[in-house]
């Protein structure tokens, strides 16, 4: 029993230390359990609030959200609006889709900006930029199947006449007739403040225009025009105007499928004039032949007749790069004795000059060099032409036995042959020096003229201008008086045949000089060719301009001839300058000047002080749109942007030098399209409207152009020293307009990097 009982009393401490155990992890339990209850109850109290703070907030923001969707709504209707009364006008549209394709041609073409524009259209509108691009397609093709249709001249008509008879039923309606005029009026002033308040729209047209260039051929005068200027048009729709076929074929002198005409010629003919200057009136080019195409401009003038101008040439260094170094042309009196060619090489008017040898020049000493049998050659065809025989010149026998050598060097004086032994000597002791010799010294950003016109008169010029100096016992005569002085100057041009215009055509030397530089054949862009031109103009101008002066002035309304040859009188009229007002004519005069400051002076009284002084100068051999217009003018070569940009130096001042015209028309156009920005209210200017500008352009020492413009600003703070207020405003003018930078670009880094 004890046994038992013993048992049950530990069993029975036993069940108690487990119940005791049992509850104590029961209150551990529950005690953790309140605990944790208690927790979650607090993050489901702070959830909640945060719940419904995050709640407020969504609502705030779909409201937000709400009120823009509405207002996006509300936007897109008025500018789907907008939209509809532009697309209205049929011809509206089709421009401007041509501008926006355009537009968006150039902007894909920056890689940068289509990646940007990419990225922002798929975020925002997938679809619409699909519909867009799908509407572009459509309209691009649209207007290219309408173009088509229109150059078909009765479909023109037709639609013409059916747009007028809707029009004309549609307009007997009064209230119609005013709703029109109305939507006129606010697209031209909706299209026109949204190209000038854009400034990236405005550049993106200035990039696309800049491309432009007097490439385009008129069928009738040969000239090269912008595009602008040009307008094309089939034989058949000149027929259909009521022009003859004869008449047609006559004033089209370039045969070509597609008529281009140019403004002038145009209205001629739409008048049924044949236009002045018209390429079958005579002004067309002869062909040249080989023998003459290969020659060099110093062979040239052994073949030439008539030599107008005394050439001062450096004998000396040939520069990098092909440069001659400097000619310079001095104008002369014309002899007209010369009847035996080629003429011997101290017959062509030529100084030579020994220069001191530069030390940055690598090139061993150079002469120029002439092929006598090339020459010998060309001579020989000349002879057989007309112009020359009529000149009784005959070629030279023993000339070529002088002459007998491939090359000759061109040495006029015989002491200057021995400078080439001595030259060879010399060669070793320049050699460290050419070391250091940096390419960068000789590359100049405008390449254009290395030759020069001397425009002094020489000394025994007491007339003005060029004479001949004819066989002993005649008087010398002007150079306007020799109807053939262009063509026995220049056989390479004129191929040694006289000009011939057409009888009844009045045409002045001013025009026809106009007519070969514009030509699309580019023979009369030559440096000497254009010096001569302008002298013979300035000869004929000043000529001119001193009779109609005479007549004209105060004090010497009656002149007799008594008093003419009264020097106390001619001097009066010198000391009081009215013998000078005949050269107001002339750009190169002070005369001139004198007249334009007087019309500064005028301007500055009006309009007060000048706001801004801008000067802009021409960068041709970084012009890569400028290179790609001379290829195409001068070697009828397309080429692209990035082949210009990459052309070699060389090539690149061989196409500006060629063509100094097409460089200086280019120049004109770029700048004009500059002022189309910097006068718009978007434009550098921010908001001040361009009042009035006083433009004077320069040609530098290179015979590059340059610009210099004085700028009238509207509304800009004058300066007042006693004004402190005036002094503040101006300063926040200046910080507002004209900023520096030294963050380099790609054009600025080398200059930043040398300025430190
Ligand atoms: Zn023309």
């Not at 001191?356 to 690598?362: G, L």
């Not at 032409?385 to 000759?408: A, C, H, M, P, V």
């Not at 056989?491 to 055509?505: A, D, L, T």
């Amino acid at each position: 029993m004890p046994k038992i009982k013993r048992r049950s009393i530990s069993q029975r401490n036993a069940e108690r230390a487990k119940r005791m155990r049992e509850r104590r992890i029961d209150d551990e339990f529950r005690l953790s359990d309140i605990r944790r209850r208690a927790n979650s109850l607090k993050i489901q109290r702070q959830t909640d609030e945060f719940k419904t703070e995050e709640n407020k907030r969504r609502a705030e923001a779909h409201k937000i959200e709400r009120e823009n969707d509405e207002f996006k709504t509300e936007e897109n209707k008025r500018r789907a609006e907008a939209h509809k009364i532009e697309r209205e006008n049929d011809e509206f549209k089709t421009e401007e889709n041509k501008r926006r394709a355009e537009a968006l041609k150039i902007a894909r073409q920056n890689d940068e900006f289509k990646t940007e524009e990419n990225k922002r259209r798929a975020e925002a509108h997938k679809i619409e930029r699909e519909n867009d691009e799908f509407k572009t397609e459509e309209n691009k093709s649209r207007a290219e199947a309408l173009k088509i249709a229109r150059q078909n001249d009765e479909f023109r008509t037709q639609e013409n006449d059916r747009r007028l008879n809707s029009l004309k039923i549609k307009r007997e309606d009064e209230e119609y007739k005013q709703e029109e005029r109305r939507r006129n009026a606010s697209r031209m002033r909706l299209s026109r403040d949204k190209y000038e308040n854009n400034f990236h729209l405005m550049k993106l047209n200035y990039e696309s225009k800049i491309k432009e260039g007097p490439t385009h051929i008129c069928s009738c005068c040969g000239g090269l025009w912008f595009e602008y200027s040009i307008k094309e048009s089939t034989v058949e729709m000149l027929r259909n105007k009521g022009l003859p076929k004869e008449f047609i074929d006559t004033v089209c002198y370039l045969k070509n499928a597609i008529i281009k005409l140019c403004v002038t010629c145009r209205k001629d003919i739409m008048s049924n004039k044949v236009p002045n200057l018209c390429l079958s009136n005579g002004l067309a080019f002869y062909e040249i032949p080989d023998c003459l195409k290969i020659l060099t401009e110093l062979e040239e003038r052994l073949t030439s007749p008539r030599i107008p101008f005394m050439v001062i040439r450096t004998l000396g260094f040939c520069k990098q790069f092909g440069l001659k170094g400097n000619l310079v042309n001095v104008p002369m009196n014309v002899d007209t004795n010369v009847s035996v060619l080629p003429r011997k090489f101290s017959d062509t008017h030529t100084i030579q000059l020994k220069l001191m040898r530069q030390m940055k020049n690598k090139n061993a000493f150079m002469y120029e060099t002439i092929r006598p049998k090339v020459v010998h050659t060309a001579v020989r065809y000349l002879v057989e032409q007309e112009l020359y025989k009529g000149e009784g010149i005959i070629i030279s026998d023993d000339w070529l036995n002088e002459y007998s050598n491939e090359r000759e060097n061109f040495i006029i004086k015989d002491e200057d042959k021995e400078i080439g032994a001595n030259e060879i000597m010399k060669e070793s002791e320049f050699d460290d020096n050419d070391a250091n010799w940096n390419e960068s010294d000789d590359k100049p950003i405008n390449p254009v003229a290395t030759e020069t016109l001397l425009n002094d008169e020489i000394e025994d010029q007491n007339d003005i201008g060029i004479k001949f100096a004819p066989a002993e016992n005649n008087r010398p005569i002007s150079i306007l008086m020799d109807m053939k002085v262009d063509e026995l100057t220049f056989p390479k041009i004129y191929c040694g045949k006289q000009r011939k215009i057409k009888e009844n055509v009045k045409l002045t030397y001013a025009k026809i000089a106009k007519s070969e530089l514009r030509m699309f054949d580019r023979r009369c862009g030559r440096i000497s060719k254009l010096f001569f031109t302008y002298k013979k103009l300035q000869t004929r101008k000043f000529s001119d301009a001193i009779s109609i002066t005479l007549r004209k002035t105060k004090n010497t309304k009656n002149v007799t001839v008594a008093q003419m040859l009264n020097r106390d009188y001619v001097n009066g009229l010198i000391h009081n300058d009215d013998a000078f007002t005949f050269l107001r004519c002339d750009r190169s005069s002070p005369a001139f000047w004198e007249l334009k400051k007087k019309e500064l002076m005028a301007m500055n009284r009006q309009l007060g002080c000048a706001t801004i002084f801008l000067t802009l100068s021409a960068a041709e051999t970084k012009w890569s749109e400028l290179i790609v217009i001379l290829a195409k003018v001068l070697g009828n070569k397309v080429i692209t942007l990035e082949e210009a940009e990459n052309m070699s130096y060389e090539k690149t001042c061989d196409l500006i030098r060629k063509d100094p015209v097409t460089c200086v028309r280019y120049f004109e156009h770029r700048v004009k399209c500059l002022w189309e920005i910097l006068s718009a209210p978007s434009g550098p200017f921010q908001g001040y409207e361009l009042e009035d500008k006083y433009v004077r352009i320069e040609f530098q020492a290179r015979g590059s152009p340059h610009v210099h413009a004085l700028i009238w600003l509207k509304d800009a703070p004058k300066y007042d020293k006693n004004k402190p207020e005036s002094i503040k405003k101006c300063i926040e003018f200046i910080d507002k307009l004209i900023s520096v930078s030294s963050k380099p670009t790609q054009f600025s880094e080398e200059l930043i990097s040398l300025q430190r």
